[in-house]
């Protein structure tokens, strides 16, 4: 008897626990999982897919969602595409790898068990794991059809059915460890269109313009529960002139991206926006570089409270490396002060009920990884400093 009692109590309170797991959505410029608020804190992780795939290295996604959890981290961010070449989910348009796919379903069964949510991007701008140049690749082999650029992949019929095709295949994905569809999962917080959409072929940007309008509704068609954001850097274009002295530098206003238009998408519901004072500032000061910090988080809170309606933005990368060679290049110790300044500014914007909703640091790896590392590698059980900062900063 003391038995059953045990166990319904293990089933109710099992129950309750997932009465909180639902969908995370947006509410003004806040998010919210019912009636509570919800406080994007996390860190990026693109490689977990790849390194599940392994065997031998699976553990380390599991690791890595612990340490994190133990910090009082909440989000994830991750590719849900490898395109092409080694490894690839994606190996030609719509053939996938089943091993890598149920790789993929590990990563979101993990991520379940200790809480963390993922943001999933579906392609990438740049050519690490395929990106748009493989896409296009595919089109030219398939049909021989001339491209005077990989920019192409925003405009070419045929490409962008390609893209359509695998937005389908990942949100209509049974998750062979949980049954759940995709679709259907609260572990997912959100789709990423592209990982720095920027279409430098086009500096008016009506070109990622017409993309962005085109995907986010693709995507709503087939999953209208899920929030949706576009994955852009957060550089000022042509539509708004006033901004454009907010870009870290000339050329960022005319890399064929629109903050204000971008996010003006119907079906995108949160703003997204990196921080990489060092690398697009480099050589200036440190000093210099913490007051772009400043001013950037400042400009787009502000424009996501005001002049997009109010919707919550995510600072989803930020971060510096530890390698830089540069004059006014970071160490360990002014990388948390960077951290800090970054996670002052987002309790500043909570604590007045602004649109300013949480960040993710680039990137977080577990130990034994550090043939990774960019620079940029923070591994939490090696670096006490920053993980007090993170811990702090998510029971703040």
Same mark, same amino acid.
């Given at each position: 008897? /003391?038995?059953?009692?045990?166990?319904?109590?293990?089933?109710?309170?099992?129950?309750?626990?997932?009465?909180?797991?639902?969908?995370?959505?947006?509410?003004?410029?806040?998010?919210?999982?019912?009636?509570?608020?919800?406080?994007?804190?996390?860190? %990026?992780?693109?490689?977990?897919?790849?390194?599940?795939?392994?065997?031998?290295?699976?553990?380390?996604?599991?690791? #890595?969602?612990?340490?994190?959890?133990?910090?009082?981290?909440?989000?994830?961010?991750?590719?849900?595409?490898?395109?092409?070449?080694?490894?690839?989910?994606? +190996?030609?348009?719509?053939?996938?790898?089943?091993?890598?796919? +149920?790789?993929?379903?590990?990563?979101?069964?993990?991520?379940? +068990?200790?809480? @963390?949510?993922?943001?999933?991007?579906? @392609? %990438?701008?740049?050519?690490?794991?395929?990106?748009? /140049?493989?896409?296009?690749?595919?089109?030219?082999?398939?049909?021989?059809?001339?491209?005077?650029?990989?920019?192409?992949?925003?405009?070419?019929?045929?490409?962008?059915?390609?893209? +359509?095709?695998? #937005?389908? %295949?990942?949100?209509?994905?049974?998750?062979?460890?949980?049954?759940?569809?995709?679709?259907?999962?609260?572990?997912?917080?959100?789709?990423?269109?592209?990982?720095?959409?920027?279409?430098?072929?086009?500096?008016?940007?009506?070109?990622?313009?017409?993309?962005?309008?085109?995907?986010?509704?693709?995507?709503?068609?087939?999953?209208?529960?899920?929030?949706?954001?576009?994955?852009?850097?957060?550089?000022?274009?042509?539509?708004?002139?006033?901004?454009?002295?907010?870009?870290?530098?000339?050329?960022?206003?005319?890399?064929?991206?629109?903050? @204000?238009?971008?996010?003006?998408?119907?079906?995108?519901?949160?703003?997204?926006?990196?921080?990489?004072?060092?690398?697009?500032?480099?050589?200036?000061?440190?000093?210099?570089?913490?007051?772009?910090?400043?001013?950037?988080?400042?400009?787009?809170?502000?424009?996501? !409270?005001?002049?997009?309606?109010?919707?919550?933005?995510?600072?989803? !990368?930020?971060?510096?490396?530890?390698?830089?060679?540069?004059?006014?290049?970071? %160490?360990?110790?002014?990388?948390?002060?960077?951290?800090? /300044?970054?996670?002052?500014?987002?309790?500043?914007?909570?604590?007045?009920?602004?649109?300013?909703?949480?960040?993710?640091?680039?990137?977080?790896?577990?130990?034994?990884?550090?043939?990774?590392?960019?620079?940029?590698?923070?591994?939490?059980?090696?670096?006490?400093?920053?993980?007090?900062?993170?811990?702090?900063?998510?029971?703040?």
């Amino acid at each position: 008897m /003391a038995h059953m009692l045990y166990y319904h109590s293990a089933s109710s309170s099992e129950v309750i626990a997932d009465e909180q797991w639902r969908m995370v959505k947006t509410r003004g410029n806040q998010f919210v999982v019912g009636d509570r608020p919800f406080y994007v804190n996390g860190f %990026n992780a693109y490689w977990l897919m790849i390194l599940a795939v392994d065997p031998s290295t699976r553990g380390k996604v599991t690791e #890595v969602f612990q340490q994190a959890a133990a910090v009082g981290l909440t989000v994830c961010r991750t590719w849900a595409f490898n395109d092409g070449g080694w490894r690839a989910l994606q +190996k030609s348009p719509s053939v996938y790898d089943e091993d890598v796919f +149920k790789a993929l379903d590990f990563v979101a069964s993990e991520a379940r +068990k200790y809480r @963390i949510r993922l943001i999933l991007s579906l @392609i %990438n701008n740049w050519d690490g794991y395929g990106g748009k /140049a493989q896409y296009v690749k595919w089109a030219r082999d398939d049909g021989g059809l001339n491209f005077t650029s990989d920019d192409d992949f925003f405009s070419d019929q045929t490409v962008k059915g390609y893209f +359509k095709n695998h #937005v389908k %295949n990942m949100l209509t994905r049974v998750n062979t460890y949980t049954s759940v569809m995709y679709k259907d999962d609260p572990t997912i917080l959100a789709w990423e269109l592209m990982n720095e959409p920027r279409c430098t072929s086009d500096p008016t940007g009506n070109k990622l313009q017409e993309w962005v309008q085109e995907m986010a509704f693709h995507v709503k068609s087939i999953d209208p529960d899920h929030l949706v954001e576009v994955g852009a850097e957060g550089f000022y274009g042509p539509s708004s002139p006033a901004r454009l002295p907010a870009n870290p530098n000339t050329y960022a206003g005319q890399v064929g991206t629109d903050f @204000i238009r971008n996010h003006r998408v119907l079906g995108v519901d949160f703003a997204s926006v990196h921080l990489y004072p060092d690398t697009w500032m480099s050589g200036t000061t440190l000093e210099a570089q913490l007051k772009f910090v400043a001013s950037w988080m400042e400009a787009h809170i502000a424009d996501a !409270e005001g002049t997009l309606g109010g919707m919550p933005v995510v600072f989803t !990368e930020f971060g510096a490396s530890t390698k830089a060679r540069t004059s006014g290049g970071f %160490n360990a110790t002014t990388r948390d002060q960077l951290i800090q /300044a970054v996670y002052g500014q987002l309790l500043d914007s909570t604590r007045r009920g602004g649109a300013g909703a949480g960040a993710l640091l680039w990137q977080v790896f577990p130990e034994g990884t550090d043939y990774m590392d960019d620079g940029y590698g923070v591994v939490l059980p090696r670096a006490a400093a920053t993980a007090r900062i993170m811990s702090t900063h998510s029971r703040s």
